[in-house]
């Protein structure tokens, strides 16, 4: 598993209050994560403070999985 | 006309997690006030509060016991009390599992003074320091006032009237007799009604400091702070935490077996029309209120045993409340016994009318009345008066009357009695 995918999953156990071993990479945050829209606005806020990249909207929209996010992380990260 | 009783009670105070908790340790003469360990109150003319304790204390809250971890990390903690002091409320009438059609009648109103300051305070800064993208999405909801109503809603599936009072330090009084209100004009068979408070941060202490309202002369003795009637009194002592009862209609009550602690038979409101910090100079408004909460009742002034004091500590306040109560009571007053829990727990401003309409019911229940810590010099204006200095006191308590008064001027006064 990469460090982002561990930092990644390590974020999303501490927003939702999740099991970390439900959060496979292909959860999704909403079906298999109960997440909810403004759920998912705060693990992004906390993905670009983490990485320090920059998540636009569009980009944000498109994010649905725990895979969704490592990807996107890992192509756009300084 | 619906007669409305307490069926549950619910409680988070800096005295316990719980209401029998809080109760033992108020009667034991207990206090919650400590240095504030929120942050360093080192510069602030003020440095004490009754702050709910942590887990891992003797009497100490968790929240975890009620409340998902997500909801922990979304809302300020006046909604994590409130919402906690719900479900002891409604556990404790044996109302969690109700049926669809009951919920459909079974509503909310928690109110709170200041609602989520601490979180208010904290997010401004975050937006100062790292800009509008690093606000959180959960700020507004985990802050509004009535957001207990509306979590406490959505948590037991509460589909009845969903309010939340917002009178400043009167909320918790206000709360329990406008949903009682709602009981009788049948909108609602059952109200979850209550106050809840957490004001405590840097900018609510130094708020509160500023408006020359907190005790400032005992940061070193934070025990001895709150004084209600004593001569050394010097403002109040901020407290947190929630209070929540469950009210219910008589006959509803009654045919589920429902265990019944009290009826609530009168209430009273009232405004100065004065000044927003100082009361009424002759303590007209507070006086209104009692008056009208008696005539509801339709008791005898001298069928009241017990007054769970407004009483903060407060140089000006207490002694204007306690002249309101002779004036009212005249000659009664010599058979009844009157304190302030503030002395105790310290003033949990929009939770307070609900913390204390609790200890009144438990006075009613158990037979004794708590009592005014630290009243070791009382003041000019208190002879002839029982302010059960320092321990609490065994009594025969068959009515009890609870005042609470605002910034702003507003009043309530609640009375109940034993059914």
């Known amino acids: 598993m990469s460090e982002t995918a561990d930092r990644v999953k390590k974020i999303v156990v501490e927003h939702l209050g999740v099991e970390a071993e439900k959060v496979t990479e292909d959860a999704s945050f909403i079906d298999d994560l109960g997440a909810d829209s403004l759920d998912i606005v705060e693990l992004v806020m906390a993905f670009e403070e983490e990485f320090g990249v920059e998540i636009p909207d569009d980009a944000a929209e498109k994010i649905t999985t725990v895979r969704d996010a490592i990807t996107y992380i890992d192509s756009n990260k300084a | ?419």
């Not at chain 2, 942050?39 to 602030?44: A, E, I, K, N």
């Not at chain 2, 005014?372 to 009357?401: F, H, I, M, Q």
């Open chain 2, 1 to 419: 006309m619906r007669r409305v009783v307490v069926t549950g009670l619910g409680m988070v105070s800096p005295l316990g997690a719980d209401v029998e908790t809080s109760w033992k340790n108020i009667l034991a003469s207990k206090s919650g006030a400590t240095r504030i360990t929120r942050f360093d109150p080192t510069d602030y003319a003020c440095q004490i509060a009754c702050e709910v304790k942590a887990p891992d204390h003797e009497w100490g809250f968790d929240p975890a016991k009620r409340i998902d971890h997500k909801i922990q990390r979304q809302v300020d903690p006046f909604i994590i009390y409130g919402l906690d002091a719900a479900g002891q409320a409604l556990e404790d009438a044996g109302l969690t599992d109700a049926s669809e059609e009951e919920r459909y009648r079974i509503g909310v109103s928690i109110g709170s003074g200041i609602g989520g300051l601490p979180g208010i305070e904290k997010e401004s800064l975050v937006l100062a320091e790292k800009g509008p993208r690093r606000v959180s999405p959960h700020f507004v909801h985990g802050r509004l006032i009535n957001l207990i109503s509306g979590q406490v809603s959505i948590r037991y599936g509460l589909m009845g009237p969903n309010h939340a009072v917002v009178t400043a330090c009167s909320t918790g009084a206000h709360s329990i007799g406008d949903a009682a209100r709602m009981i009788i004009m049948d909108d609602a068979d059952v109200m979850v009604a209550g106050g809840a408070e957490s004001a405590l941060c840097p900018l609510g202490i130094a708020g509160f400091a500023q408006a020359r309202a907190l005790s400032t002369q005992f940061n070193d003795q934070p025990e001895r702070a709150s004084r209600p009637y004593d001569k050394a009194r010097d403002g109040f002592v901020m407290g947190e935490g929630a209070g929540v009862v469950v009210l219910e209609e008589y006959e509803r009550a009654k045919k589920r077996g429902a265990k019944i602690y009290a009826e609530l038979i009168g209430y009273g409101m009232s405004g100065d029309a004065y000044h927003v910090t100082a009361p009424h100079p002759e303590g007209a408004g507070g006086y209104r209120a009692m008056e009208v909460a008696m005539k509801r009742s339709g008791l005898s002034l001298s069928d009241i045993d017990y007054i769970n004091a407004h009483g903060t500590s407060t140089p000006m306040g207490d002694e204007l409340e306690l002249g309101a109560v002779r004036r009212l009571f005249g000659n009664a007053i010599g058979d009844l016994s009157m304190s302030s829990t503030k002395s105790a727990i310290g003033h949990l401003l929009g939770g307070a009318g609900a913390v204390e309409a609790i200890f009144c019911i438990l006075a009613l229940r158990d037979q004794i009345v708590p009592p005014t810590l630290n009243l070791e010099d009382p003041s000019e204006g208190t002879a002839g008066v029982d302010l059960v200095p320092l321990v609490a006191k065994e009594r025969s308590v068959k009515a009890v009357l609870n005042n609470s008064f605002g910034f702003g001027g507003t009043n309530a006064s609640l009375i109940m009695k034993a059914v």
